[in-house]
Every structure is written in structure tokens, then in C-alpha cells.
């Protein structure tokens, strides 16, 4: 099923996609688009961490969302979607809400890269400091609603975003822990007018986001970066 994979990066870097372990924190309208890049460009094993179940409001965006499945556990829906693709992709799937607390539940798993598609800034800044810590890999996307061109999205260093709030509250936050390392970011430079209540979002921004991480995972693997 990964001829044309192959043909594309060779046998050698198909090899060290398949041999790599990612974990993706937050399986919604980025996360879902980013393992499903990872899966079908060869990843093995893959760590799917999310406590959410499916709901209407996802049915606009999310890649595992459809009526059927609404009430399902999303991690569940994800890992039956990765199956089908490639019944050999090994799945561990953590059911908690990531919290600075317990945090630690990921970090008891081994991965090589971390795809941070979570919506709570504490949570990212958390994932960002242990990753940076433990010398793991990681890109984290920013914001993605109300967000309308997905070409105004980029891959760039945290140091380097402007405009998107999430963005400039974890630069303030590794100021203050004194860390300036790069970071890997995912974010966008869209501009919109400010809104009340529920964040407006429609699926084209979410999911380039997610297929830029899990492109960057993929090119970071195999030395194209």
C-alpha cells in the first residue's frame, strides 16, 4: 500500500518513518488531519491522546465526525479510522484531559515526536517545556478558528509568529522560564474581525494545519527539513 510513498522518499527513509513512534495530543479538526497524514505516509505506531467524545458541533470539520459515530470516545473512532488504513499501525490511545497535573501520563509512553493539536495554552506551554527538556521533538499548532485562507498558514518558529494571541502568550511564558530555544509552530497570520461566544470555524484551516504538522513530522524524520 506504500508503493508510491516509496517511490517518492525511497526504501531507506520509508524505513525510519515506519520505525518512529508519534503522539498527537488532541484529536479534533487538526488533530484528526494530522494522523491521518502520519498514517498514511507509513507511521507505525502512533500515541492518540484526547478525553473527548464525538459531537455535533465537530461535524463541520473534524475527520472522524459523522452522525453515526455521535457519543464516541474520539481516540476510539481515530484508532478504528487507522486500522482501516493499515491494520499493522500499533495504537495506544490515552483517554485523559492533559492537565499540568498529570501531564505526566504521556511521558510514562516513549515517542520520537510530539504533535501538539491541544486547544489549553497551559497545556501546550507544559508540552513544549518536557519536550524541549526531554530533547523530543515537537510542532505545535496555533490558533485555527474563525480562520478562513488556509494559505495564510506557515511553518515557522514561535520566536517568529505575530498577530495569533496563543502564540504571543507562550512566547511570554518561555520568556519567563528563561527558554529560547526554537519551537516549531503551525500557525496562521489571517486576521478577522473579533467575535462572541463560540469560536467560528470552518474545515479548511483546521485541517491544513493538521497536514502541515504531520508534514513536518514526516520531512523532520527523514532529514528534508
Known amino acids: ?33 494530522a494522523v491521518e497524514g502520519l498514517v498514511r505516509s507509513g507511521v507505525n505506531s502512533i500515541i492518540l491522546v484526547d ?8 461535524l463541520n470539520r473534524q475527520i472522524i465526525a459523522d452522525k453515526k459515530h455521535h457519543g464516541y470516545f474520539k481516540v476510539d473512532e481515530m484508532e478504528s479510522r487507522i486500522l482501516n488504513i493499515n491494520p499493522d499501525c500499533k495504537v495506544v490511545k490515552i483517554y485523559d484531559k492533559l492537565s499540568v497535573d498529570n501531564i505526566d501520563i504521556l511521558f510514562k509512553y516513549s515517542f520520537d515526536y510530539l504533535i501538539d493539536a491541544c486547544d489549553t495554552i497551559l497545556v501546550k506551554q507544559e508540552l513544549i517545556r518536557l519536550c524541549l527538556e526531554k530533547n523530543i521533538s515537537i510542532i505545535s499548532c496555533m490558533g485555527t478558528g474563525n480562520k478562513m485562507n488556509p494559505s ?16 504571543k502568550k507562550i512566547r511570554k511564558y518561555l520568556k519567563e522560564q528563561h527558554i529560547y530555544n526554537k519551537v516549531p509552530v503551525v500557525y496562521s497570520k489571517e486576521q478577522n474581525e473579533k467575535f462572541e461566544g463560540s469560536i467560528p470555524s470552518m474545515i479548511f484551516v483546521p485541517a491544513t494545519a493538521g497536514l502541515l504538522c504531520a508534514n513536518y513530522v514526516i520531512k523532520s524524520i527523514i532529514n528534508r527539513i
Request: charged content about 25%; hydrophobic content about 40%; proline content about 2%.
Open 152 to 167: 495564510e498558514l506557515e511553518v515557522t518558529d514561535i520566536w517568529k509568529t505575530s498577530y495569533d494571541p496563543i502564540a
Open 51 to 58: 478525553y473527548d467524545v464525538i459531537e455535533e458541533s465537530n
Open 1 to 33: 500500500m506504500f508503493d508510491r510513498v516509496i517511490k517518492m522518499i525511497g526504501k531507506e527513509n520509508f524505513n525510519k518513518i515506519n520505525k518512529a513512534t508519534i503522539a498527537v495530543v488532541g484529536i479534533g479538526g487538526v488533530g484528526g488531519y
